[in-house]
C-alpha cells in the first residue's frame, strides 16, 4: 500500500524506493530537505483538473480518492537567481550566455539605483544587494550557480532545482526576446532537489488526513515563517519583475510531480503533524527558527525511515528504540547499548533491502546481481541515514568506531518547541515520556524500564541511565528550557509565546 493511491512504474524504482518512497535518496544536504518541503507548499499544486492552493496544502479528500499524482508548479526566478549567484560562484560551467545575461540585470538594476550622497555610487548599492541575498546562502558547497541556494528567508528565493548542461547552453546567445538564457536548463532531473522534501510533504498529507482539525492552523504557521521578511519578498519581486521587463517573455511555470510514501509511513505522521505546529507557533528568532527546522525535519524523516524499515521486518506492533549517550564517557552501561541500538538500526536498514530483492523488475536489474543491487541501494538507505544523522549530531563520533545516538542542542530545542505548547511547562518524568512516546527515544531510567519490562530483560544496570538522565537535565538547562525546583523535581517549558 502507498499514499497516495497512484499507479505505479516499477522500473523506474529502486531497491530503497520500494521501502522508502519515491524519492528518497542520497546527496542532499541539511537545508534541502527542508526548501523542497516549502517550495511544494508555496506553489501553486493541482490534483488532476484541480488546480490552486498555492501557499496551502491541497484538498485532502481529493488527494485521498484520486488515482492522479500531485503537481506543483514552480516559479522559474533564474534572473534572480543568476543576479544572486553568479559572480560568486566557482568559474566551471559559466557559459557566456550567462554572463552575458548577468551583465545585463546587473546594468539594468543599478540604472534603476538613486543615490544622492558623495560617499558612494551606484555600483557600490548594487554590490551591497548582492552581498545582502548572499548572506543568507544555505547550500553554496562547491556547486555551479544555478544549483546553489538561499535560506527561506522569502517564498520569493525558495528556487526550483536547474541544472545547466554544457549541450544546451554552450552555443547558446543572449536574446532579450528570447526566454532560452533562463528556460534552458534541466529541471526535472533530481540531482540534489525534488527528492526528500517531496517524501516529507506526502507524509505531512498523512498527518493531515489524521488530523484534518491542524491543517489551517499549520498553513498559517508556515506563511507566518516565509513571511518574517517582506521587505526581502518585495526586493526580490523588484529585481525580477525588472529582468521579466526587459526580456520580454512570458513566465511559464516549471511542472513537478510528486510520487508516492509507503502507508506505514501513517504511523508517526500525526506526531510529525503536531511536531510541525507546536514548533511553529513559538515566537523565536527566525534565523534560528530556520536552521532548528532543518534539523527537526531530518529527524523526522530519519525516524520515518527506521520504523518502516522495522516495520517490514517485523509488522505493526514493532517500533524501534533509539537508546542516546548523552555522558560521553569512553566506557559504560550508556554507551555500550547505544552502540548496539545503533547497530541495531543499521541492520534494520539493510536488512530490509534483502526482503525487497523480489520486488525489482528484471529490467531494472538489467544483469546486476543481487548483492550489487544491495550495494547500490544502501548509499539512499543505511549510509543516509548515517550522513544525515551525522550531519545533525544525532548519530556520534562524526569519524571513527564506536558509532551510536545522541542529542545536540538544535535537536533538543526542537524536540522542547515541539512536544510542548509555547508558553507550557511539563514535569521532566512527563517529558522524558512523551519524547519516548513520539520517537521511542530512550534517555533516562524510567523509560529503559519500561522498554526491558517489554522486551523480557530482567538484568540491568540503571546507574549509567540516571546519569544518562542528569545530563540531559544539563543540556536542557544550558539550552534556557529546565528549571530546577528543589533537588528531585525539575520543570521543562517552552519560554517563547505564542504567535497569534
Known amino acids: 500500500m502507498v499514499f497516495p493511491n497512484i499507479s505505479r512504474d516499477l522500473e523506474r524504482e529502486s531497491l530503497a524506493n520500494h521501502v522508502y518512497g519515491l524519492r528518497i535518496h542520497e546527496d542532499q544536504t541539511l537545508h534541502e530537505y527542508l526548501l523542497e518541503f516549502l517550495l511544494i507548499f508555496v506553489s501553486q499544486k493541482g490534483v488532476g483538473t484541480q488546480k490552486g492552493y498555492d501557499n496551502a496544502f491541497p484538498d485532502l479528500d481529493l488527494l485521498q480518492n484520486s488515482s492522479d499524482r500531485l503537481q506543483y508548479f514552480a516559479v522559474n526566478r533564474m534572473g534572480l537567481k543568476r543576479f544572486v549567484f553568479f559572480e560568486r560562484s566557482k568559474n566551471e560551467n559559466k557559459y557566456q550566455v550567462d554572463k552575458d545575461a548577468y551583465y ?113 492552523e499549520l ?32 513566465q511559464n511555470p516549471i511542472v513537478k510531480t510528486c ?67 548523552l555522558k560521553g564517557s569512553q566506557q559504560g552501561e550508556i554507551r555500550k547499548r547505544s552502540i548496539a541500538s545503533y547497530n541495531s538500526c543499521e541492520d534494520d536498514l539493510l536488512a530490509v533491502l534483502h526482503t525487497k530483492l523480489d520486488a525489482i523488475s528484471d529490467k531494472k536489474k538489467s544483469g546486476k546481481s543481487d548483492v550489487k543491487l544491495i550495494n547500490e541501494a544502501t548509499e539512499s538507505s543505511h549510509k543516509l541515514f548515517r550522513k544525515m544523522g551525522k550531519d545533525i549530531d544525532l548519530v556520534i563520533p562524526p569519524k571513527g568506531a564506536g558509532m551510536r545516538f545522541s542529542l545536540s542542542e538544535n535537536l533538543v530545542k526542537f524536540l522542547v518547541l515541539s512536544i510542548i505548547p509555547p508558553g507550557k511547562k511539563v514535569s521532566l518524568t512527563t517529558f522524558l515520556k512523551e519524547i519516548y512516546k513520539h520517537y521511542y527515544i530512550i534517555i533516562g531510567p524510567q523509560e529503559m524500564l519500561d522498554h526491558s519490562l517489554q522486551i523480557g530483560e530482567t538484568e540491568l544496570n540503571f546507574s549509567d541511565f540516571e546519569f544518562n538522565k542528569h545530563a540531559f537535565q544539563d543540556l536542557l538547562k544550558k539550552c534556557g528550557f529546565l528549571r530546577d525546583l528543589s533537588d528531585s523535581t525539575s520543570i521543562v517549558e517552552n519560554p517563547f509565546r505564542r504567535i497569534e
Not at 514548533?279 to 524523516?301: C, H, M, R, W, Y
Open 219 to 250: 498553513e498559517l504557521g508556515l506563511r507566518n515563517l516565509l513571511s518574517s521578511f517582506p521587505q526581502f519578498s518585495h526586493l526580490s519581486n523588484w529585481i525580477q519583475r525588472q529582468w521579466e521587463k526587459y526580456v520580454v517573455f512570458e
Open 259 to 325: 510520487e508516492w510514501v509507503p502507508a506505514g509511513y501513517e504511523r508517526r505522521a500525526k506526531y510529525s503533524v503536531s511536531e510541525l505546529l507546536l514548533f511553529l507557533q513559538s515566537n523565536i528568532d527566525p534565523f534560528q527558527k530556520i536552521e532548528i527546522l532543518a534539523t527537526g525535519i531530518i529527524l523526522q524523516v530519519l525516524r520515518m525511515m527506521h520504523e518502516q524499515a522495522h516495520l517490514e521486518l517485523n509488522g505493526k506492533d514493532s517500533y524501534p528504540v533509539w537508546i542516546v549517550d
Open 104 to 216: 545585463e540585470i546587473c546594468n539594468l538594476i543599478e540604472k534603476k539605483i538613486n543615490v544622492e550622497s558623495d560617499n558612494f555610487d551606484e555600483a557600490e548599492v548594487l554590490n551591497v544587494i548582492q552581498d545582502l541575498f548572499y548572506g543568507f546562502n544555505a547550500i553554496i558547497r562547491n556547486r555551479s550557480w544555478f544549483v546553489q541556494s538561499l535560506l527561506p528567508i522569502c517564498p520569493e528565493v525558495i528556487f526550483t532545482e536547474t541544472m545547466g548542461r554544457n549541450k544546451d547552453r554552450v552555443n547558446l546567445k543572449f536574446d532579450i526576446t528570447s526566454k532560452d538564457a533562463d528556460y534552458k536548463f534541466e529541471v526535472n532531473g533530481h540531482y540534489f532537489m525534488a527528492r526528500s522534501g517531496e517524501v516529507y510533504f506526502l507524509h505531512i498529507l498523512q498527518g493531515l488526513i489524521q488530523t484534518p482539525d491542524k491543517k489551517s
